[in-house]
């Protein structure tokens, strides 16, 4: 494994995979508040992380990103079905969309925030090893990153959400090429999240009161 241990494979997987499965979930779930039970019928709202995996961005490429010693880590999910049209009446298309996009983002910070919590409580009371500290700490960082990277307006990212229907609709028929894109610049230019991802989890730190 070329001096990666499991337990450093497994402490940065374990987390990613349930962090996924929260975000999609978190669509579902709003989705099927304002009325749209599709993903419901298709088995998406649940937690179990096996309906959500998606081959490429929940196992081959983060695996690959683990054993190739980058100090990034990402992936993704199966997108969520969500059929607007049965939203209930008085929730509108755009807003409605915009609404069950930002869920997916949003569960991730609550769950950075929750990573950074446990982390204060391990402090404060000494509590745990050196490998369960590390593993919060991804845990921490890896939701910021997830957050961040869902909100890029690049579809088919969540933040595509935040751009005008017209727009939305031109850049559909290139959204896999510009995805495709993004990720290579990502892969190139680590900053490019890099940057972000280490000022708002110092950011959550500060709230929690573990930096200063």
């Not at 992936?75 to 969309?97: E, L």
């Not at 069950?100 to 929750?114: D, M």
């Not at 409580?121 to 990153?145: E, P, T």
Request: net charge positive; hydrophobic share 55%; charged share 10%.
């Amino acid at each position: 494994m070329g001096g990666i241990s499991w337990t450093y494979v497994l402490g940065l997987y374990i987390p990613l995979v349930v962090s996924l499965s929260i975000h999609e979930w978190a669509h579902a779930m709003t989705a099927w508040v304002l009325g749209d039970s599709t993903a419901e019928e298709h088995g998406r709202l649940t937690l179990n992380p096996l309906p959500h995996l998606d081959l490429i961005g929940t196992v081959v490429l983060p695996l690959m990103i683990l054993f190739s010693h980058s100090p990034f880590l990402f992936g993704w999910a199966k997108p969520v079905p969500v059929d607007p049209t049965r939203f209930r009446r008085g929730v509108k298309m755009f807003p409605g969309m915009l609404l069950v996009s930002l869920a997916g983002p949003f569960s991730n910070l609550v769950l950075a925030f929750l990573f950074a919590l446990s982390l204060k409580l391990c402090d404060r009371f000494s509590w745990g090893n050196d490998a369960l500290i590390q593993g919060l700490y991804m845990g921490l960082v890896l939701n910021v990153l997830l957050a961040i990277f869902n909100l890029m307006p690049i579809p088919p990212l969540d933040g595509h959400r935040l751009l005008p229907p017209a727009v939305q609709r031109k850049l559909l028929p290139f959204s896999g090429m510009i995805f495709i894109l993004f990720l290579v610049a990502i892969w190139r230019y680590q900053g490019i999240l890099g940057v972000p991802v280490e000022f708002f989890t110092k950011g959550i730190l500060r709230l929690v009161g573990l930096l200063v």
